[in-house]
């Protein structure tokens, strides 16, 4: 029989530059035995797994959400190598292939797609012990106190995007829309994080913002604390301290 | 339906919207043996095609993503129970071929009447057939609520003359009776159907 370790698999990649999705499909073929297995360690990564013969698991399959944001803080750990090098310059020609000047419905149309072969030992499924366990403990009290934190920032940036010269809106809201997302994928994802989401949001914080620059570096530790469930409570506080500032500040008016 | 003039920060929300609606699809369907991303894609092709209604029902794009994955999987999954002959019957023809003798819906429940239609409904991957089937029956009560004391002879007269155009002096021909009897009698019918339209608007039920 032939070994699974010196067969190759197509992989095909797609991306979706204006809802910043990657999406990838391995074709392994014969080598496929058993039901595929879904494992999600965060709510914007999702890998498919197939046990394949003469080892444990592969990947079959894998959403990456926020892709671009993800590969930017360096979280693409969960990929196979091949992928993960490949990946940074398969989003780089998506965004350049979006339209500047498009419809809604022009840029959301764009993908682009890439189609590598790669050694199937290099897509096994790492040992369990080479990750720690996902953070399940989380209370739903704890979940809701964040969400209505994050919830109630949102709407303090969208509120205050109005107000803001014109220049300013755009980036208010996006990190409103980034924020207000955020919120609403922690509230439905049972206690995980989403990091793709959290690095979304401080990538819109940093563009031009008219934020004195201790607002910008609360806001900044927040986001960056929400990915850690156990750091949840300190940014309830810092949010909270954030939106009070915000409400009074003199760049609301 | 109208829409209010695009403007640039209209723009940038309603594709900021899309994003985390695409996203979200894909969250949900991630476990689902289907391609999440081609399905997230068709519900971001049907947001777009009315963003502003849609923005002001479902002000949470993640919401409005869990539903609209709920009825793609709900749609993909009766697509293929169709596509694979789930629940049809197959009888031979005279001709020794096998054919399916009636379409059904499920088991051995025979399909009732428009049940092909309701077949095809269910096939459409971005049609959303509950709220399909609560505008149909509301409609179907309405109608019924219009038509409330009037005979079954009174409601074939109005649909051939309102409904399908036939003349009055050809119907009353036809019929065998005087044009002026049959248009007095067609005008009663009207009144009494504008009758109970405004009851039907003053009291806002559709209901008996």
């Keep these: 029989m032939r070994s699974s370790h010196a067969s190759t698999a197509q992989v095909r990649l797609r991306y979706r530059p204006a809802s910043d999705v990657l999406s990838g499909d391995i074709e392994l073929g014969m080598l496929a035995a058993g039901d595929p297995v879904t494992h999600s360690p965060d709510a914007d990564t999702h890998l498919t797994w197939f046990p394949v013969l003469g080892d444990d698991e592969a990947l079959a399959g894998f959403h990456l959400l926020h892709a671009s944001a993800q590969a930017a803080h360096g979280r693409l750990d969960a990929l196979p190598v091949p992928l993960a090098r490949l990946i940074p310059h398969l989003i780089e020609r998506g965004l350049a292939a979006l339209p500047a000047d498009g419809t809604t419905l022009q840029r959301a149309d764009v993908r682009v797609d890439a189609t590598i072969s790669v050694p199937v030992g290099q897509l096994a499924r790492p040992s369990p012990t080479g990750h720690p366990p996902a953070e399940w403990s989380v209370e739903p009290a704890d979940i809701a106190r964040t969400v209505e934190s994050l919830t109630t920032l949102a709407h303090t940036l969208g509120a205050a995007a109005h107000r803001f010269p014109a220049a300013h809106q755009p980036p208010t809201i996006a990190l409103a829309a980034a924020v207000r997302e955020l919120a609403s994928v922690i509230q439905r994802s049972t206690g995980r994080t989403a990091p793709g989401t959290a690095a979304a949001a401080r990538a819109a914080l940093s563009r031009h913002l008219p934020f004195a620059p201790h607002e910008r570096n609360e806001l900044l530790a927040a986001l960056t604390d929400v990915d850690d469930t156990q750091s949840w409570p300190a940014v309830w506080a810092l949010v909270d301290d954030l939106c009070a500032s915000l409400q009074h500040s003199r760049a609301l008016g | ?208």
Aim: with cysteine; hydrophobic share 40%; aromatic share 4%.
């Design chain 2, 1 to 208: 339906m109208p829409t209010s003039p695009s403007t640039a920060i209209l723009d940038r929300a309603t594709e900021h919207y899309a994003g985390a609606l695409h996203r979200q699809v894909v969250r949900v369907l991630a476990s689902r043996p289907l391609d999440a991303d081609d399905v997230a894609q068709a519900v971001v092709v049907w947001f777009l095609g009315q963003p502003e209604v849609l923005m002001a029902r479902y002000p949470d794009p993640v919401r409005l993503g869990r539903v609209a994955a709920r009825h793609a999987c709900i749609s993909f999954d009766r697509r293929q129970r169709i596509q694979r002959c789930e629940g049809a019957r197959l009888f031979v023809q005279a001709d020794g071929t096998v054919q399916p003798g009636r379409r059904t819906i499920s088991g051995n429940t025979p399909a009732v009447e428009g049940g092909d239609e309701l077949l095809d409904l269910m096939a459409q991957p971005t049609l959303f057939v509950d709220d399909h089937v609560v505008t149909q029956q509301f409609c179907a009560d309405m109608l019924s609520t219009l038509q409330r004391g009037l005979s079954a002879a009174d409601c074939e007269l109005l649909m051939l003359v309102d409904g399908h155009g036939w003349p009055v002096n050809v119907l009353a021909t036809r019929l065998g009776v005087a044009r002026e009897t049959l248009s007095r009698r067609i005008s009663r019918i009207r009144r009494h159907v504008q009758q109970n339209r405004t009851h039907m608007a003053l009291t806002g039920t559709t209901t008996t």
